[in-house]
């Protein structure tokens, strides 16, 4: 039986759980996947005692995305672009890291939408590990990014961070006389923020009288499943999608990295779907 986890804090909402065991008993896996709460002094050991233990594999979550980088032995280009790692392979003396979101939430419009992000403009609102996650998948794309953020510096070092792809990436403050030249350009609106979850249901990280009707609006929430923003944003005609993609293509991403297989999407949806519902 292979032997696979989670680990962040808190852990007890993670979905991944549901969603890689539902999987595994589609494809008929002998494999085991767990919630491991840890706390932050005791990350080393977990990771270092997964190795010991034989574990094919982790996911990383908050807050630890970053704070695993020093125990792994390499990084992917992907993780290595982000500075952010959501997956680890184990192998006979190496601890891989992997980030897998950036892909995962390129997949899940493609997936849902049959969404081409190739040479788009997209306007990121928020500027923590999320959007920087998504924002190299974008640029890997040609896409033109704009980034808004509550607190203007954040965004101006995600960009830093990211400078290698130079003009396509803009910094834009987050009020509505600065947005409103860029927002005829904007093709693809996305909320990395966590404005809209249950501790602020009802707002929305960006004023709804900004959107337009060709605009695509992606919020990166799952719960709720409708967010404020996309309620908005439907009203006004847009075309939306929550962040459930995103969570399913994520743990899709994981499998092809452990294994080089592609497990059943359509049943990650459902075990997903079943938890929140
Ligand atoms: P993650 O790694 O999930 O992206 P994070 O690094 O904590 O999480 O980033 C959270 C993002 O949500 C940030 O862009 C944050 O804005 P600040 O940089 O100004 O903190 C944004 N955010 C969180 N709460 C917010 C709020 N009430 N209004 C606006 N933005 C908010």
């Given at each position: 039986m292979e032997l696979l986890g989670v680990i962040g804090n808190p852990i007890g909402h993670s979905l991944s759980p549901v969603m890689h065991s539902a999987a595994f008993k589609a494809v008929g896996r002998s494999a085991l996947y767990l919630p491991f709460l840890v706390e932050a002094d005791q990350l080393s050991q977990a990771i270092y005692g997964a190795q010991a233990l034989g574990f094919t594999g982790l996911n990383i979550t908050v807050p630890y995305k970053e704070k695993v980088l020093p125990y792994l032995t390499e990084l992917t280009d992907e993780a290595e672009a982000v500075q952010s790692v959501n997956t680890i392979k184990f192998t006979e003396d190496r601890i891989i890291g992997h980030s897998t979101d950036g892909e995962g939430?390129?997949?899940?419009?493609?997936?849902?939408?049959?969404?081409?992000?190739?040479?788009?403009?997209?306007?990121?609102?928020?500027?923590?590990?999320?959007?920087?996650?998504?924002?190299?998948?974008?640029?890997?794309?040609?896409?033109?990014?704009?980034?808004?953020?509550?607190?203007?510096?954040?965004?101006?070092?995600?960009?830093?961070?990211?400078?290698?792809?130079?003009?396509?990436?803009?910094?834009?403050?987050?009020?509505?006389?600065?947005?409103?030249?860029?927002?005829?350009?904007?093709?693809?609106?996305?909320?990395?923020?966590s404005v809209g979850m249950a501790q602020n249901l009802g707002q929305t990280p960006l004023a709804p009288s900004l959107l337009a009707p060709h605009q695509l609006v992606i919020d990166i929430i799952y719960n709720p499943e409708k967010t404020q923003l996309l309620k908005a944003a439907e009203q006004i005609g847009c075309r939306v999608q929550n962040g459930v993609g995103m969570l399913v293509w994520q743990a899709v991403k994981a499998w092809e990295f452990w294994w080089g297989i592609t497990p059943p999407a359509e049943i990650m949806y459902q075990a997903v779907k079943a938890s929140l519902s």
């Amino acid at each position: 039986m292979e032997l696979l986890g989670v680990i962040g804090n808190p852990i007890g909402h993670s979905l991944s759980p549901v969603m890689h065991s539902a999987a595994f008993k589609a494809v008929g896996r002998s494999a085991l996947y767990l919630p491991f709460l840890v706390e932050a002094d005791q990350l080393s050991q977990a990771i270092y005692g997964a190795q010991a233990l034989g574990f094919t594999g982790l996911n990383i979550t908050v807050p630890y995305k970053e704070k695993v980088l020093p125990y792994l032995t390499e990084l992917t280009d992907e993780a290595e672009a982000v500075q952010s790692v959501n997956t680890i392979k184990f192998t006979e003396d190496r601890i891989i890291g992997h980030s897998t979101d950036g892909e995962g939430f390129m997949a899940a419009a493609e997936y849902e939408l049959g969404y081409d992000f190739r040479g788009k403009t997209v306007l990121i609102v928020g500027a923590g590990g999320a959007a920087k996650a998504v924002t190299a998948a974008l640029l890997n794309k040609q896409c033109q990014v704009y980034i808004t953020n509550r607190t203007l510096e954040r965004a101006e070092q995600l960009v830093h961070s990211l400078n290698r792809f130079g003009t396509q990436l803009e910094v834009v403050p987050l009020n509505s006389a600065a947005l409103e030249p860029v927002m005829d350009e904007i093709e693809v609106v996305v909320n990395t923020t966590s404005v809209g979850m249950a501790q602020n249901l009802g707002q929305t990280p960006l004023a709804p009288s900004l959107l337009a009707p060709h605009q695509l609006v992606i919020d990166i929430i799952y719960n709720p499943e409708k967010t404020q923003l996309l309620k908005a944003a439907e009203q006004i005609g847009c075309r939306v999608q929550n962040g459930v993609g995103m969570l399913v293509w994520q743990a899709v991403k994981a499998w092809e990295f452990w294994w080089g297989i592609t497990p059943p999407a359509e049943i990650m949806y459902q075990a997903v779907k079943a938890s929140l519902s």
